[in-house]
């Protein structure tokens, strides 16, 4: 237990001096808003609003993982850096668990705050209840824990970082049509709105809506329930010796 917090500890610390992360957690979110204040001013209805901060709470979560996490293990891998953890009495799986905690802290603390913070800059502070709040939670902690064991799941697969910042490329190109930031999926043709529903980050997208709205309680928490079993899934097919070492040292 005591090298898991002091690998989790060493993390959190790690996660505020990594660049990448530091722009898809914090700075990446705050200019997409900037973007929607000062670009979409004329669409001043709440439900536009709220339905683009959602949306962009979503591209937070989602990229902080599909590009903070990812990068940041294959940095660290390819410079060894978790051989050091490996001598520790921790488990694959406990380092594993540990990396994706720290994120986990971040990334909810940071959502609830962006949330809070944009819907009072924006006038809509009162569409937030006690409810909402509590169903925000879960929504955003089962979102995060997918996101974050789908992003072990493509660096377990891809082992080089261009690969890696590759595919991540083509994913967030589909969240951003799949969180309808900026355009409602309305606006768009009927085989665009197809293809954008196959996407699991459109039903990621809607559970934080509702949620946020405080209504469909059933189906907000069966569908969290779906992504954190999912979430499960994934991180017990990731955390191993493949994920943590480079294929060389493997040999």
Known sequence: MGAILSILKLEIKSYFTNTSALFWTF?????????????????????????????????????????????????????????????????????????????????????????????????????LNFKALILGFVSVFSSALFCFCLAIFVARIFQNEQS??????????????????????????????????????YYLNQLLIKAFQGIDTILVLATSTFFIIGGIILFLLSANRMLLTPKERMR
Do not use: W
């Not at 406990?94 to 940071?110: F, G, P």
């Not at 994913?171 to 930031?181: A, G, K, R, T």
């Not at 309305?186 to 954008?196: D, K, S, T, V, W």
């Open 164 to 201: 890696i910042l590759g595919f991540c490329n083509i994913i967030n190109l589909y969240v951003l049509m799949s969180c309808n930031v900026f355009v409602p999926l309305e606006y768009l043709p009927n085989i665009g709105q197809l293809f954008i529903k196959t996407s699991i980050f």
């Open 27 to 127: 700075i990446y979110p705050i200019l997409m808003l900037l973007l929607l204040v000062f670009v979409f001013s004329k669409n001043t209805t709440d439900i536009f609003y709220f339905n683009s901060i959602i949306g962009l709470m979503g591209l937070l979560i989602i990229s902080s993982a599909i590009f903070g996490l990812t990068q940041a293990i294959a940095s660290s891998r390819s410079h060894n850096v978790f051989l050091f953890y490996a001598l520790s009495p921790a488990t694959f799986k406990q380092i594993t668990l540990a990396l994706i905690t720290s994120r986990l802290i971040v990334v909810i603390l940071y959502a609830f705050i962006f949330i809070v913070l944009s819907f009072y800059a924006l006038n809509i502070i009162t569409i």
